[in-house]
């Protein structure tokens, strides 16, 4: 199994990104797809993950804010971040698992609010 997340980099604060994961080599349906991300001196935390059939689950902290979407047929999962604070800054992990997470991880990607 292997994960290539995309699309971190720096913003302002009140700004957007979207990353994006791409999982090849696995043969069997994904069921859950997430994101987790771990900030300075903190503990990695569940950002937001999706199930296959659409259902999305937020951490109290980005709804509103956050969106995930995925692709079913070209396993692929998206979170489109808005509305971007500071604090939002981490390093992003995606995440797959076939029924539930965590599951396989993929190498992060960056995110930098600034203020």
């Known amino acids: 199994v292997q994960l290539q997340a995309s699309g971190g980099g720096l913003v302002q604060a009140g700004g957007s990104l979207r990353l994006s994961c791409a999982a090849s080599?696995?043969?069997?349906?994904?069921?859950?797809m997430g994101w987790y991300r771990q900030a300075p001196r903190k503990q990695r935390e569940l950002v937001a993950y999706?199930?296959?059939?659409?259902?999305?689950t937020y951490a109290e902290s980005v709804k509103g804010r956050f969106t995930i979407s995925r692709d079913n047929d070209r396993n692929t999962v998206h979170l489109q971040m808005d509305s971007l604070k500071p604090e939002d800054t981490a390093i992003y992990y995606c995440?797959?698992?076939?029924?539930?997470?965590?599951?396989?991880w993929g190498q992060g990607t960056l995110v930098t609010v600034s203020s």
């Open positions: 995440n797959v698992g076939l029924h539930r997470l965590p599951g396989y």
């Open positions: 999706i199930t296959r059939d659409g259902t999305a």
């Open positions: 080599g696995i043969i069997f349906s994904i069921n859950v």
